[in-house]
């Protein structure tokens, strides 16, 4: 999947940040089964990774396109 | 039986105003053909708009009872907010053969059903843009709720985690299953709402 436009780029990043935040939680709180733990944070960090290349790819883009930011 | 209880739940619902499940689910009327005598039957159908709220043993009614639906694509693609349910034949016949990308999408999509079954994977959620109009995806964005005997069969726990072609998969506890289905995967990137599709397993 690729982010067409800054607003995109916007919304993605607040996913981010809820998925960074979430991750921080799943670390910090108790837990009776470690490799469930594992489970989640292992999928929310790849789910996080691939955010972050989207967001990098776009603006890679936006930056040697010679268009304005919406 | 099943029929009984459900529409029992569903009056419920309607009396108490949501669900006494503790959901907001939603409920509309649509005609479906009645299993038993084939003839049409006003029926209802529940759209659930939080994942927790449907129980393993309401799925299983709506499972024996037809009372369940892939409710059609709204004018931008999408299906409406929710977890709709079905079963992976309904998945099939839906978004798995319109296009040569769908079908081996649906191929990958079928491995990894008989994988979560065999490792005890509760609750499958499809998700991206598969469960869309578009004929060409780019992924299937798939999130797997562990059994209370997760993992079940270790090597179909590994090739899980190995990955299937086309399938980005989450395989996560049930605190944080909750959290991606209602946080993440209930809006596109435009924030704009849809709905997922959840396999029987």
């Not at chain 2, 393993?56 to 977890?83: N, T």
């Not at chain 2, 299953?177 to 599709?197: M, N, P």
């Amino acid at each position: 999947m690729s982010l067409q436009s800054w607003r995109e780029v916007d919304a993605t990043r607040e996913k981010l940040r809820l998925l960074e935040d979430r991750c921080r939680i799943i670390a910090a709180r108790p837990c009776h089964n470690e490799h469930i733990r594992e489970l989640s944070l292992r999928s929310f960090k790849a789910i996080i990774n691939q955010m972050k290349e989207e967001i990098a790819i776009f603006e890679s883009h936006a930056s040697s396109a010679p268009t304005c930011k919406q | 039986m099943h029929s009984r209880r459900l529409d029992n739940h569903v009056a419920r619902v309607r009396s108490h105003g949501r669900c006494v499940h503790g959901g907001t689910d939603v409920v509309t009327n649509l005609q479906r053909p009645c299993d038993g005598c084939n003839r049409s039957k006003k029926a209802d159908r529940l759209i659930v708009t939080t994942s927790g709220f449907l129980t393993a043993r309401l799925r299983k009614i709506q499972l024996h009872s037809g009372v369940r639906m892939i409710p059609a694509f709204d004018e931008r693609g999408y299906l409406s907010a929710g977890v709709h349910l079905a079963s992976l034949d309904e998945v099939e016949a839906r978004f798995g053969r319109q296009s040569e990308v769908r079908r081996v999408q649906m191929e990958s999509l079928q491995w990894l059903v008989k994988l979560a079954t065999k490792a005890g994977v509760q609750r499958l959620i499809i998700n991206g843009s598969f469960v869309t109009e578009r004929s060409e995806p780019n992924d299937v964005d798939c999130a797997l709720l562990t059994g209370a005997d997760f993992p079940r069969d270790k090597q179909a726990e590994q090739d899980i985690l190995d990955g299937l072609p086309f399938l980005q998969i989450a395989l996560i506890g049930q605190e944080d299953f909750d959290y991606l289905v209602d946080s993440v995967f209930a809006t596109d990137r435009q924030q704009i709402t849809k709905g997922v599709v959840e396999v029987i397993l």
